[in-house]
């Protein structure tokens, strides 16, 4: 795969992106469709006929399917083969990330194990570390849990009671804390657990076995969704483990932590486009099938209008993941040439990509909401019924928007992700908003004569971009460092620039289909009503931002400018999701 142009993270915020320099969904190989189809296959073999026994609360049995899966190498894909993985890139993590997310409880199971259970070892351990667990953990003989959060310390993690102290003979860290809503807790070998070692003010990391004496597990929780997935509380009391299970360095707790986070934001932003496909099918089929006034309901405009809408925000969605997926290849591939530990230079490219981290969590996991609640109103009744699918759906999908920091912690993070990237100088983003700013008054839309399709596309993302500047300069100007403080103005510019990068990497992928002599009638469709849709969500968020921060006149002046910037171009929206809705009706499954 060709490198090409590399943004650094927020950077799209001030430059653009060629077509040629992303990856699309369309692009996957021959390998990669071969991993993918054995997940789906897995699925349909061991998950979708005992859904209904794991989630009665067989934890048993939820683990017998974890290990064959570990049999089959699926837990390894993301591992390097000398540790019994397949080494695959991060791009084709993501194809399974994405395809196991129509797994249900399953899902979560399976992606707490191969991700926040396994990989701080994986990229922070050290090779006996390596040694002794990674490889036991690759094929499913291990099964892991990530153990971070407390009772008194959820979003701010660095509030955890939990401590350690060095034993008198040096040789051990004995444990006492307490974790709740800890993943695989009720069959987890292998535990990442973090706490303070003595009065340190930041935590450290470790790898506790169950068996060790004085690990208490709980009964499982009862919980709303994800029900067959074990979720329980863990008690450390006086557990002695040994100092060789230190992850990392003294204090290294947090970083980890971090970095843990933002790769599961990610993976999260792929599990949802899974759930979401399969949610669409389940829609359409249903539409196809179910009768009223004696012809199908997917013949009603307004069941075209839902299941088009689903279509167009799971599609864009996808289009953002793999498109930073390449970005994050591209940066472990250069990681590793700079000689970093291995481990060490995939996570540090990973955790690079913060900002699109945090916006793929946020916008997939909401179109997923989307998605589950428009399929349950398209069964009506039925939906509300145990026997369908979409029940089970839309209680599992509610626990997106909270776990792996809530969509509230990551709008904040959005926003100031990306202005500490520009001031540690990654990119300029605030000389250029000033200069905007400064000549604000004489800012058009900048539309030329003779404008192509594409080029009309471009040009309103450059002035959504133009906005977007406008309000980071008018807010942090208002506020100063205050700004932190201000979270809905803050929640109004990560909207903002949320609703750019799904619309920029949309348009990027249907161009490229373009190029790729595809059929275009339909992309387009979608490429139209993202535009539409994103330039009136943007400019509500932009005169809110105004409104909040802006004196009387200079709020008058900026709403103008803002008015200017957020303009698209009309599109039947109507025609176009009809054309959208019409085509998954025909194909009776999602193709897009």
């Known amino acids: ?172 860290y004995i444990l006492n804390g307490q974790k709740m809503w800890i993943t695989n807790a009720g069959f987890a070998d292998i535990m990442t657990v973090f706490a303070k070692i003595g009065n340190d003010r930041v935590l450290s990391s470790f790898i506790v076995e169950r068996n060790f004496p004085g690990v208490v597990v709980n009964p499982d929780e009862h919980k709303m969704g994800i029900k067959g997935s074990s979720t329980a509380q863990i008690f450390y009391n006086d557990v002695q483990v040994p100092v060789e299970n230190l992850i990392g360095a003294r204090g290294e707790g947090f970083r980890i932590a971090l970095s843990i986070l933002h790769m599961g934001r990610l993976k999260l932003g792929a599990n949802v486009i899974g759930a979401s496909k399969k949610t669409i099918e389940d829609s359409v089929r249903y539409a196809n099938e179910r009768k009223q006034f004696g012809v199908p309901i997917s013949t009603f405009g307004s069941i075209k209008h839902k299941l088009a809408e689903q279509v167009i925000r799971t599609f864009a969605g996808e289009s953002a993941i793999y498109r930073v997926s390449k970005d994050i290849d591209a940066m472990i591939t250069k990681n590793k040439a700079q000689c970093q530990d291995k481990g060490r230079a995939t996570m540090d490219a990973i955790s690079h990509y913060a900002v699109e981290a945090a916006i793929l969590k946020v916008y997939g996991s909401e179109a997923l909401d989307f998605v589950v609640d428009e399929a349950v109103q398209i069964h009506g009744g039925m939906g509300y019924s145990a026997e369908m699918a979409v029940e089970r759906g839309y209680r599992d999908s509610r626990i997106n928007r909270i776990f792996e920091g809530t969509n509230e912690i990551n709008r904040l993070l959005i926003l100031d992700t990306a202005m500490k990237r520009a001031m540690k100088g990654d990119f300029d983003l605030f000389g250029k908003a000033a200069t905007l700013f400064e000549h604000m008054d004489s800012i058009t839309d900048g539309k030329p004569e003779g404008e192509t399709y594409f080029q009309e596309k471009f040009r309103v993302l450059k002035n959504f971009k133009k906005a977007i500047l406008l309000a980071i300069h008018g807010a942090s100007t208002q506020y100063g460092k205050n700004l932190i403080q201000e979270q809905e103005v803050m929640n109004n510019i990560s909207d903002m620039i949320m609703e750019t990068y799904i619309s920029e990497s949309t348009v990027l992928r249907v161009q490229k289909l373009e190029s790729m002599n595809k059929e275009m009638a339909v992309f387009k469709a979608i490429l139209d009503v993202n535009i539409y849709e994103a330039s009136h969500k943007i400019r509500k968020a932009a005169f809110d931002a105004v409104h909040s921060f802006a004196a009387p006149e200079q709020a008058c002046r900026l709403k103008k400018v803002m008015d200017i910037l957020t303009g698209s171009e009309c599109v039947n929206i109507k025609d176009a999701r009809r054309m959208i809705a019409d085509k998954l009706i025909t194909d009776n499954t999602y193709r897009f």
């Not at 915020?13 to 969904?25: A, N």
């Not at 083969?81 to 395809?99: C, N, R």
């Not at 707490?112 to 953990?137: C, D, F, S, W």
Request: glycine residues 12%; aromatic residues 10%; negative net charge.
């Open 1 to 172: 795969m060709e490198n090409g142009k590399t943004l650094k993270s927020g950077e799209f915020l001030v430059d653009e992106t060629s077509f040629q320099d992303i990856f699309i969904p369309e692009e996957f190989n021959e390998e990669q469709m071969m991993i993918a189809q054995t997940c789906k296959d897995f699925l349909e073999t061991e998950v979708y006929p005992n859904v209904e026994k794991t989630d009665a609360g067989d934890i048993n049995l939820m683990k017998i399917i974890l290990k064959k899966a570990g049999e089959l190498g699926l837990m390894g894909i993301a591992l390097p083969e000398e540790y019994g993985g397949f080494g695959q890139s991060f791009i084709t993590q993501m194809l399974a990330a994405e395809t196991i997310g129509a797994g249900y409880s399953f899902s979560v199971a399976f992606m707490a194990h191969t991700g926040i259970g396994t990989l701080p070892i994986m990229y922070y351990g050290n090779e006996e570390q390596r040694q002794k667990y990674v490889i036991r953990l690759a094929t499913g003989e291990y099964l892991g849990a990530y153990c971070l959060t407390e009772p008194g310390a959820g979003s701010d993690a660095n509030a955890g009671k939990t401590n350690a102290r060095l034993s008198e003979d040096g040789k051990h």
